[in-house]
């Protein structure tokens, strides 16, 4: 059974840092995409970044040159680091992954729509 459990969440003022970690357990495919969306109240949820098997990444324009995503295999721990947090930035982010061997599958777009994700944390950013 996968189980994507996410934490590093909190908040922050605009300008500041915050990590994010996605422990995975069950999860032993050896071709897949990993990633993170978001979700703020009353908006659609939004594909942030990924992390393909090769560790090829990609990001939202929204957050491109601000966030990192990255992984440890050893850990099978994923990561987000956000640097530069805006008030736009507040959201519930929410961990994903799913089985691929197609690298073009590997969008942040299509991350709401992944296999597996976890049960989100909380970032919030003042002003």
């Known amino acids: 059974q996968v189980q994507l459990v996410e934490s590093g969440g909190g908040s922050v003022q605009a300008g500041g840092s915050l990590r994010l970690s996605c422990a995975a357990s069950g999860y032993t495919r050896s071709s897949y995409c990993m990633g993170w969306f978001r979700q703020a109240p009353g908006k659609e949820r939004e594909g942030v970044a990924t992390?393909?098997?090769?560790?090829?990444?990609t990001y939202a324009d929204s957050v491109k040159g601000r966030f990192t995503v990255s992984q440890d295999n050893a850990k099978n721990t994923l990561y987000l680091q956000m640097n530069g947090l805006k008030p736009e930035d507040t959201a519930m982010y929410y961990c994903a992954a799913t089985d691929t061997g197609i690298w073009f599958v590997c969008n942040p777009r299509r991350t709401p729509y992944f296999a597996y994700r976890g049960q989100g944390t909380q970032v919030t950013v003042s002003s």
């Open positions: 992390i393909y098997t090769d560790g090829r990444t």
